[in-house]
């Protein structure tokens, strides 16, 4: 089975750190892809990366970006967290077998 | 951007009955599919339909497809108290290169 892991299931950060949330999948998936999902707005497409060293940008960017330096590794940084930015974070990897999307458990991130 | 979205917000019922969840979407899709999510977890894939077909099994649950009136129904047959969950339709579309678009999901409650 495809393995999407993410490093955190919670996580507690002061407003104005820098913080990093990483995910990992085992499977050589070439695209990775990360949500954050909120009550009543559902799940929203923050970046996304087709392969090492590409992104791109999702619907809601702004104060947040990303690396893919290898092609397991897809992280999101929030360079100055707020309180708005307290939200589950999930990961997902395209399963191209499947034409689906594997998800990680999800980081619930809550900014004070 | 919203594509899908998924009524009701809600919906409660008693073990063995059947569970019917609707998703309706605003473009043209190449692709749909339905994704379970347990409280607090990352989501799970359940089922792909394509735009060219309009109806697909497997084991419990029924997926049905209408382009035309652009909206899909889930339906979970004998169901269990282990199916308590919230649903997400996602889709995809030409040139969307697996960016998924999710509704804002149903929360199935079923009562022992």
């Known amino acids: 089975d495809v393995k999407v892991t993410q490093s955190s299931r919670y996580l507690v950060k002061r407003t104005g750190e820098k913080v990093f949330l990483e995910c990992v999948q085992d499977?050589?998936?070439?695209?990775m892809f990360w949500y954050r999902q909120d009550p009543g707005l559902g799940l929203r497409l923050i970046y996304f990366s087709y392969d090492v060293k590409m992104k791109e940008k999702g619907d809601i960017p702004e104060g947040y970006s990303v690396s893919r330096e290898k092609k397991e590794r897809f992280s999101l940084i929030l360079e100055s967290a707020s309180t708005n930015q307290t939200s589950m974070y999930l990961c997902?990897?395209?399963?191209?077998?499947?034409?689906?999307?594997?998800f990680g458990s999800g980081t619930r991130l809550t900014v004070v | 951007s919203q594509q899908g979205e998924e009524d009701p917000q809600a919906l409660s019922i008693q073990e063995g009955e059947n569970a019917t969840m609707n998703c309706s979407y605003k473009?043209?899709?190449?692709?749909l599919q339905w994704y379970r999510q347990n409280s607090g977890r990352g989501l799970v894939h359940l089922i792909l339909?394509?735009?060219?077909?309009r109806e697909k099994h497997s084991g419990r649950l029924r997926v049905t497809l209408d382009t035309s009136k652009k909206s899909s129904s889930l339906l979970i047959t004998a169901s269990r108290a282990a199916d308590t969950a919230s649903y997400f339709c996602a889709t995809d579309s030409r040139g969307s290169n697996y960016k998924l678009t999710f509704g804002k999901g149903t929360l199935l409650t079923v009562n022992p």
């Open positions: 339909i394509r735009s060219n077909e």
């Open positions: 997902a990897s395209w399963d191209t077998e499947n034409y689906g999307y594997t």
């Open positions: 473009t043209s899709i190449n692709n």
């Open positions: 499977m050589d998936h070439e695209n």
